[in-house]
């Protein structure tokens, strides 16, 4: 029995270290290095009344909800960090809906989620999340203002709204920079044939390349059925330089605000070398490695000259302190539950059978995208960790519909942000917003999963428009009675 459960417990470790050391070799470098940048860039060089001053609950609603989704876009936050900014741009006087916008399209369709889904899980998943998560994030909005508009105008009237004022606007050489973070992600990511091609080739002699992928092979086997995803002979030297920038990181950035010292910028020449080394193509040979220059090798290194002119002489001390001290707090927020979070699923994988699955969430069915919630509800995971447990939900037989039902309301409904919600707006408010990413969540599921089961667009509307037809009925309902209790309080 003890040597039964050892082994038990040795598959469960190799499970997860396995897919953690997959992880890290594939995803990270080039996906969400450039990303995490783009984050604390947006964090500290984006004046906030740049993002918040049309959110006021008196501003245009053809102004203020699509700024609050942009607001929350360009913020780029998991929902353990938007909960605190909803409380203050709430209590600050921004209108009840725009601010649920706000809360809800922060972590459902940020930059580093939606970069993250489509790379991981495909570009459909990806914009289908981006556009339905908009679409319903204004709609939960609009619901929330309309059914408690007496007490949002009581709360217009007890706040000082600030967001009619003007504020700094953003500089042109922070958008630069922004711009050419943005670009080096894309160059790093996007499956083209210009980036992925390989322009140059030459060998490396650094003894039996093929002997050592062998061995990685068995390992950590690679099996795209199983999603398995291997570790290369290139994927090793990646971890390896990885290690290598925690370290210089955490010497360089944690105490940054002091001054940038020589730990600083040896972080970052390791961080522009690693990106570098993972755009390469590199293929085990006989008596060594094929190096190949890609055209992301070259997209990447441009854009790495542009952003290195940048950082040494067109930002300030101040910019530069505070953009590294942004990205290193949102790095140490993320990576490591990350990180656990990757572990865990590796060591799923051993314990869920696929029949599970697909009896649970196999079809698009309205049971299987309710399944979907429930799971996002109760088994919350940070942003970004929904993503590969997602991903692992996939090979296991769940239905796109249910998987983007769960990305929807996985990174809204935790318990703990319930809590905290519950205590800025009030227990009939929050039950009533989680109701709604519930109800909005299924809903996107049936949607995008009867469009991947071949359903016409003309019949999609219909569905949608059944859906907004009854959900105008309860809301007026809903609206009639709140009026009819206003007028007995008279």
């Known amino acids: 029995m003890d040597a039964t459960l050892l082994s038990w417990t040795m598959a469960l470790l190799y499970g997860g270290l396995g897919n953690l050391a997959a992880y890290l070799a594939a995803h990270v470098l080039l996906c969400l290095l450039p990303a995490f940048f783009i984050a604390g860039a947006m964090s500290a060089l984006i004046p906030k009344e740049t993002i918040t001053r049309f959110l006021g609950r008196n501003s245009s609603k053809t102004v203020s ?21 909803f409380a203050g741009i709430y209590k600050k006087g921004a209108g009840l809906g725009p ?24 570009p459909d998943l990806a914009i289908a999340r981006f556009v339905l998560s908009l679409t319903f994030g204004i ?19 007890a706040t000082d709204s600030a ?21 080096l992600l894309l160059a790093g990511t ?42 290369s002979v290139q994927g090793v030297v990646l971890i390896a330089l990885l290690t290598s920038i925690g370290y210089a990181a955490w010497r360089g950035f944690e105490n940054i605000s002091e001054g940038a010292n020589a ?7 390791l961080i522009a070398a690693t990106l570098l080394v993972a755009a390469l193509a590199v293929q085990p040979v006989a008596g060594g490695l094929r190096i190949g220059l890609t055209g992301k090798f070259f997209g990447v290194a441009a854009a790495l000259a542009v952003l290195g002119h940048i950082v040494r002489h067109r930002l300030s001390e101040d910019e530069l302190r505070d953009w590294l001290w942004e990205s290193w707090r949102f790095v140490k927020q993320i990576f490591p539950l990350l990180v656990v979070g990757v572990f865990v699923v590796g060591m799923i994988r051993v314990l869920i059978r696929p029949e599970w699955i697909e009896l649970l969430a196999g079809t698009n069915s309205l049971a299987g995208n309710l ?16 993503v590969p447990i997602a991903k692992m939900f996939l090979e296991l037989g769940m239905h796109r519909g249910p998987l983007l039902a769960y990305l929807m309301s996985d990174p809204e409904l935790s318990l703990q942000s319930i809590l905290i919600i519950s205590a800025i707006i009030g227990r ?9 990413v519930a109800l909005f969540s299924a809903a996107a599921g049936l949607i995008y999963g009867a469009w991947i089961d071949g359903a016409a667009l003309f019949s999609l509307a219909l569905y949608l428009a059944g859906f907004i037809a009854a959900l105008v009925v309860l809301l007026s309902i809903a609206s009639r009675r709140s009026a009819a209790s206003s007028l007995k309080g008279v």
């Open 65 to 85: 909800y699509p700024a609050a989704a942009a607001a929350g876009s360009l913020l780029a936050v998991c929902s353990c960090t938007i909960v605190p900014l």
């Open 99 to 122: 601010a649920i916008t706000f809360l809800f399209f922060a972590p459902a369709a940020n930059i580093l989620a939606l970069v993250y889904t489509g790379g991981i899980i495909g």
């Open 139 to 157: 709609g939960i909005g609009l619901i929330m203002a309309l059914l408690f508009r007496a007490d949002d105008a009581a709360h217009d009237l």
């Open 163 to 183: 967001f009619g004022a003007q504020g700094a606007g953003m500089g042109r050489m922070a958008l630069v920079f922004l711009f050419v973070w943005v670009a």
């Open 190 to 231: 996007l499956k083209l044939d210009v980036l992925t091609g390989t322009y140059l080739n030459f060998d490396l002699a650094v003894g039996d390349a093929q002997g050592w992928q062998a061995a990685l092979d068995r390992l950590v086997p690679y099996d795209a059925a199983k999603g398995e995803e291997g570790v």
């Open 263 to 269: 730990w600083t910028w040896i972080s970052l020449a």
């Open 371 to 386: 399944a979907g919630v429930v799971f996002g509800v109760f088994m919350y995971f940070p942003t970004l960790v929904e």
């Open 428 to 436: 009939r408010k929050t039950f009533t917003y989680v109701g709604l």
